[in-house]
């Protein structure tokens, strides 16, 4: 069994206690307009062209099998419709202009890479976090992991949207110690507009997990003007969750943008950024989490 990850992000700090070793999977059901990593949308493989440091040294030119790369009056020339995503020019870029996203890759291939810093997260209280786009579209393989690591005895986290069935969580349930969860909408119409998709198993299956007696950590992004006012209705749903660990209100942010322009994907970044009093306004309305 294979699964397309994009990034393998070490010492990460943010994405549940202690020191991690963070996996991001290809692929999500959700569009959200202020998504930051563009890259884990599509469930196919990309390739990333960042212009500003391309040197012009043509070693791209000699490895591609379908000639998309070409040296045209000095200048190198990519195009992005001959690419079959093999990410044999990333290799060789001597600038680090390129960069694939969505190497397929094995569990076994995955458990050692995630284990050499099983001191770290021994000595910090950290782990292994599953995330994404949605590393739950790839349950079984998730689950193959989940249970890889804990019977290494690493603390496992899943980082979702929720926007996935009930057998998904199911699958990965056994072997999970919390799922970080994003909560972006009460409201469902904010929610689509916001996603492009319904909030209605999302809720669902936050309350089911809650149910099931497992930890969860909710992440709420502040973004203004899209889901700034759902903060107050998400604290009312929230507060009968009994398993429910923390509450993190996450300030939105547009350093994203380069990285749609280096995938050729279209950009509906938000403009506005929330403020500090704003976060903390927001915060409060979860201080006894
Ligand atoms: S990823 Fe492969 S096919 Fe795509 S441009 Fe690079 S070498 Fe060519
Ligand atoms: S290998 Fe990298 S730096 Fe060299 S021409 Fe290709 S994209 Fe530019």
């Known amino acids: 069994m294979k699964a397309r990850i994009f990034e393998i992000k070490r010492f990460a700090v943010h994405d549940g206690d202690g020191i991690r070793t963070t ?16 890259e884990g949308i599509p469930s196919t493989p990309q390739l990333a062209y960042y212009k500003n440091k391309c040197i012009g040294c043509g070693e791209c030119v000699t490895v591609c099998p379908q000639n998309a790369h070409r040296i045209e009056n000095g200048m ?4 992005r419709e001959k690419c079959i995503g093999c990410g044999k020019c990333t ?6 202009a390129l960069i694939f996203y969505g190497r397929e890759m094995t569990v076994s291939e995955l458990l050692p890479l995630l284990l050499e810093d099983k001191e770290f997260y021994e000595n910090s209280g950290g782990g292994v976090t599953l995330s994404g786009g949605e590393c739950l579209m790839h349950a079984d393989f998730c689950a193959e992991l ?12 899943v980082d979702t949207c929720g926007f996935v069935s009930k057998a998904a969580i199911d699958k990965v349930m056994p072997y999970t110690d919390i799922f970080l969860y994003d909560l972006k909408s009460f409201d469902e ?3 689509i507009k916001c996603t492009g998709q319904s909030n209605k198993i999302i809720l669902e299956n936050l309350k089911y997990i809650d149910d099931c007696g497992k930890k969860t950590e909710i992440r709420i992004p ?10 107050e209705k998400i604290a009312k749903f929230t507060k009968d969750l009994e398993h429910l660990t923390l509450v ?10 380069s990285k749609y322009e280096s995938l050729e994907m279209e950009n509906n970044l938000p403009k506005q950024l929330p403020t500090d009093e ?9 201080a006894d989490r």
């Open 146 to 157: 989940l249970k890889e690591l804990k019977a290494n005895g690493v603390h496992t986290a």
């Open 278 to 286: 704003e976060i903390r306004i927001a915060e409060m309305h979860f």
């Open 23 to 38: 996996v991001f999977f290809k692929g999500c059901h959700l569009k959200c307009v202020w998504c930051h990593n563009p």
């Open 76 to 79: 190198h020339v990519f195009e």
């Open 91 to 96: 290799d060789v870029c001597l600038g680090d």
């Open 222 to 231: 502040y973004v203004p003007g899209f889901n700034s006012g759902e903060i």
């Open 248 to 257: 993190r209100v996450l300030p939105y942010h547009n350093y994203a943008g």
């Open 189 to 191: 119409d904010i929610h």
